[in-house]
């Protein structure tokens, strides 16, 4: 990943971009009066666009801060320039930049910084000419006297846990299925500083996992559950904050098979909640928040071969729950199910659960935020909006109304695993909520996980999604 570090100089041969406005005085940034006046007269006319200007081997940029008066907005204008601007460096082969603060705005130059930063990622594992594909940007240096050395510190740990995140959903699952990803989780617990602790297949059945049993019965791969936690000497908390994480690493619907086209050839991003948790969990402990936090991601793909579980089967859950499985593509909550009873062990202060669980919450929402639903106090619920909104991961708030309960009513279980044609998004989240006795949060990702087309700073295919609000959070607390 591109390196940052704090400057307090330009120096003569940088490339230098500037953030500002119209009062910006640009020529004490190394822009000649004449430069300056350019810059002002093209800003004016195109408010938004960067004015550039190639000098003697060197780049000047004039980046006007866009986006108004409120915050977000602007934060998000300056990350989607800083992104524009990666794209422009990397596609001209320059290897560093200083980016000089003319606005006083200490918000959107990290903003501008992380857009930069996000949206050089690339996924080049299987690509042949991947070294002649690398992008070249590899140091920014940030002028801003009021940025310290921590908020860059912070600032590259959680945007490197969020490529980390992006690489995991865009594994195949042809080498990322069920143990290897608690391999690779594993390998963040060991760089990071958090305990790491895998159960197999037989431990699985011996803690009576029914849902993460039944929906692995199709594949030839063994199921994982991954236990992870970061626990300071100094935390906060005196209750463990518990992420739980969907770990379907590969969705083919099962029995109740998905079409391949515009679906099953993007299912091996049913794990992206998984990635979520796990690349927090790793940015958390790389920062030492004083938090202590845990976890937990049941793991197995869902195919429709061996002896797959069919429309028709009674579950016996972990809760010892009943649940009638009338759809084989509903398998996520299944598994979650059996997660969130575990948490009850440790007595949670709170549980944030993430999942591409719906097909109904993309429709709701498309990929511009997540939808979001729970028992939290309102309180909480706020708080966990603010940060949406500071991270741009913005928080769609469904009802949780009694009479969806209603929908998940069997004639011969506890309970059926799907609710109906309406309100699919809400009766998922009511169905994980029967297998909870504390605080709880469910946030469907399914929109924002996965974008077929190129996007800013969140680029093409996995986004990383859930990595950045976690941390907000809680850094925030």
Not at 7 to 28: E, M, P, Q, W
Not at 100 to 109: F, Q
Not at 441 to 460: C, E, S, V, Y
């Amino acid at each position: 990943m591109t390196a940052t570090r704090k400057v307090s100089s330009i120096g003569k041969k940088d490339n230098i971009i500037v953030l500002g406005n119209a009062k910006t005085s640009l020529t004490k940034f190394g822009f000649s009066a004449e430069e300056a006046a350019h810059c002002k007269r093209k800003s004016a006319l195109i408010p938004e666009l960067p004015v550039v200007i190639d000098k003697a081997g060197t780049v000047l940029v004039y980046q006007p801060l866009a986006g108004g008066s409120n915050k977000h907005k602007l934060n998000e204008a300056a990350r989607k320039s800083g992104a524009m601007l990666a794209s422009g460096f990397n596609s001209n082969k320059l290897s560093s930049v200083t980016v000089a603060d003319g606005n006083g705005n200490k918000e959107a130059m990290l903003a501008f910084v992380e857009g930069m930063l996000l949206g050089g990622y690339q996924f080049l594992r299987y690509r042949e000419d991947a070294a002649k594909e690398r992008n070249t940007l590899s140091q920014i240096n940030i002028l801003c006297t009021k940025i310290n050395t921590k908020d860059l510190d912070q600032l590259q740990i959680v945007s490197d846990a969020t490529c980390r995140a992006r690489t995991l959903v865009n594994e195949p699952v042809s080498f990322l299925n069920a143990v290897q990803i608690a391999k690779e989780f594993q390998k963040l617990g060991k760089e990071a500083g958090f305990s790491v602790e895998v159960f197999n297949k037989a431990k699985i059945e011996s803690l009576k996992m029914g849902g993460l049993i039944s929906v692995n019965k199709g594949s030839v791969d063994p199921p994982t559950f991954t236990v992870m936690q970061y626990k300071p000497r100094r935390a906060k908390n005196k209750k463990p904050i518990i992420l739980v994480g969907k770990g379907v690493v590969y969705d083919t619907g099962g029995l109740s098979l998905k079409p391949t086209p515009n679906s099953m050839d993007m299912m091996k991003c049913d794990m992206a909640g998984s990635a979520a948790v796990a690349c927090a969990m790793f940015a958390i402990a790389k920062a030492k928040l004083p938090v202590h936090v845990i976890a937990l991601v049941p793991a197995t793909d869902n195919r429709p071969g061996g002896n797959a579980y069919v429309p028709g089967d009674v579950i016996t859950m972990m809760s010892g729950l009943t649940v009638e499985m009338l759809n084989a593509d509903a398998e996520g909550r299944m598994i979650l199910a059996d997660a969130l009873h575990y948490a009850k062990r440790f007595d949670p202060e709170l549980v944030l659960e993430f999942s591409t669980l719906t097909g109904a919450a993309k429709a709701a929402v498309g990929t511009f935020g997540i939808v979001c639903m729970g028992t939290a106090s309102e309180s909480i619920k706020n708080k966990l909006k603010d940060s949406g909104n500071n991270v741009h991961e913005r928080l769609a708030e469904f009802p949780f109304w009694d009479e969806y309960d209603d929908l998940l009513k069997s004639d011969i279980a506890g309970m059926k695993n799907i609710g109906g044609p309406e309100g699919g998004s809400i009766t998922a989240g009511k169905f994980l909520t029967r297998f909870t006795n504390y605080p709880y949060m469910h946030f469907d990702i399914a929109g924002p996980a996965f974008l077929t087309a190129p996007d800013t700073w969140r680029g093409k295919g996995g986004t990383g999604v859930g990595v950045r609000l976690l941390f907000d959070f809680l850094k925030r607390r």
